[in-house]
C-alpha cells in the first residue's frame, strides 16, 4: 500500500465531506501525536484542512468532543466475557482497560475527567456492576466498589504515563531514576531512617505490572470480605 504524504493526507481529507466519525478518529490521532493539553479545536481544525467553525457543525464543543473521544477509547477496549468466578472477571476488566488505556497518550487522564459516558463506556461500567453484584456485593457497595477501582486502574495509568513522560527527559531514564532513588535510601542514616534503609530495594523496585497485580489483589481481598459481610 502506498504510503500519502502527510500534507496530501490533510489535503484529501478536506475535499472529502467530513462527518462526526471522522473528527473524533482525527482527534484521537492527535492527541496520540501531542497530548491532551495541546488537543485543541484549532489544531484539530488544521489537522483536518478545514476552518475551526466547521468543527462544530459536527459537535457541539470541546467538551462533547471529548465525550465521544473517550467512547471512542472505551470502544477498543474488550468487554469481559461472562466466564469464570467474578475474581476471574475483575481481573481480566482491570487488565483490559489497563492496556486500552495505556495504548493511547494520555487516555486515563481523558477519561478521568469526562462526563457524561457514552453507550460504549456505559457497557463496560454496566459489566462492572453486573460483576459486583454477582459477588454478593449490596447496591450501594457495589456502586462505591467500582468507583474506587475505577479510580485505581486510571490512576495507576495515568502515573504510569507522568513517570513515563519524566523519565524520557534528555539525559534521564528509568534505569538511572530507580538506580538514583536507591542510591538515595541506602545513603540515608539507619539510625534515623530504619525503615526507608531496610526497604531500600523493593521502594526501588521497576516492576510496574508486579505493581498493578499487587494493587488488583488487594482490591479483591477487600471485595471478597465485603461480599462475605453482606451474607
Not at 491532551?36 to 457541539?60: C, I, N, P, W
Not at 482497560?97 to 457497557?123: S, Y
Not at 531500600?200 to 479483591?220: C, I, K, R, T, Y
Request: net charge positive; proline share 4%; charged share 30%.
Amino acid at each position: 500500500m502506498p504510503i500519502v504524504p502527510h500534507g496530501k493526507t490533510h489535503q484529501r481529507r478536506k475535499r472529502q465531506r467530513l462527518d462526526q466519525t471522522q473528527v473524533v478518529q482525527a482527534a484521537l490521532e492527535l492527541m496520540d501525536e501531542v497530548g491532551f493539553d495541546e488537543l485543541t479545536m484549532r489544531r484539530l481544525a488544521q489537522r483536518l484542512g478545514v476552518k475551526a467553525a466547521s468543527l462544530y457543525r459536527h459537535v457541539r464543543d470541546k467538551e462533547e468532543l471529548l465525550v465521544l473521544l473517550s467512547d471512542l477509547i472505551s470502544g477498543e477496549i474488550p468487554l469481559v466475557r461472562s466466564a469464570g468466578t467474578w475474581r476471574d472477571q475483575l481481573t481480566e476488566i482491570a487488565r483490559n482497560v489497563r492496556r486500552g488505556l495505556l495504548a493511547h497518550r494520555d487516555a486515563a487522564r481523558l477519561l478521568a475527567i469526562t462526563a457524561p459516558f457514552g453507550p460504549r463506556r456505559l457497557r463496560h461500567i454496566e459489566s462492572v456492576l453486573r460483576v459486583l453484584r454477582a459477588a454478593g456485593l449490596r447496591g450501594r457497595d457495589a456502586a462505591r466498589v467500582a468507583y474506587h477501582c475505577n479510580n485505581f486502574v486510571t490512576e495507576f495509568v495515568a502515573d504510569e504515563a507522568r513517570f513515563e513522560a519524566f523519565a524520557s527527559a534528555p539525559g534521564l531514564n528509568r534505569q538511572k531514576l530507580f538506580a538514583h532513588a536507591r542510591e538515595q535510601f541506602k545513603s540515608l542514616p539507619p539510625a534515623e531512617y530504619p525503615t526507608i534503609f531496610e526497604l531500600a530495594d523493593h521502594l526501588s523496585e521497576d516492576d510496574p505490572d508486579g505493581l498493578f497485580q499487587f494493587g488488583l489483589e488487594v482490591w479483591l481481598r477487600a471485595i471478597e470480605g465485603l461480599a462475605k459481610r453482606s451474607k
